[in-house]
Nanobody, 116 residues
Framework: VKLLESGGGLVQAGGSLKLSCAQS????????MGWFRQAPGKEHEFVAA????????YYSDSVKGRFTISRDNAKNTVYLQMNSLKREDTAVYSC??????????WGQGTQVTVSS
């Protein structure tokens, strides 16, 4: 299983970005998908997750109401729509694919930088 993130970049505070994570290998609909982020000098932080079917979503308090996670099982892709971005959202964003067993695959990450 390989995960490839895209869509990161530099954006002004208040702006929006949409991240994508395309999975190759495995059966995409068999994995719960999620996004984590890591800012310089900080621990990995959970951002959002979505169930296998997409019927259930979960968000950290820091992004709830601003970010939306979605998935397209026909395209083997999970998305993270990020609105009202803040400087503190600056981080490397990585997607994760988790099997029912708990085993997880990680992507390499994509940099998101929010300027004031």
């Amino acid at each position: 299983v390989k995960l490839l993130e895209s869509g990161g970049g530099l954006v002004q505070a208040g702006g929006s970005l949409k991240l994508s994570c395309a999975q190759s290998g495995g059966t995409f609909s068999s994995y719960a998908m999620g996004w984590f982020r890591q800012a310089p000098g900080k621990e990995h932080e959970f951002v959002a997750a979505i169930s296998y079917s997409g019927n259930h979503t979960y968000y950290s308090d820091s992004v709830k109401g601003r970010f939306t996670i979605s998935r397209d099982n026909a395209k083997n892709t999970v998305y993270l729509q990020m609105n009202s971005l803040k400087r503190e959202d600056t981080a490397v964003y990585s997607c994760i694919a988790t099997m029912l067993s708990g085993y997880a695959y990680w992507g390499q990450g994509t940099q998101v930088t929010v300027s004031s």
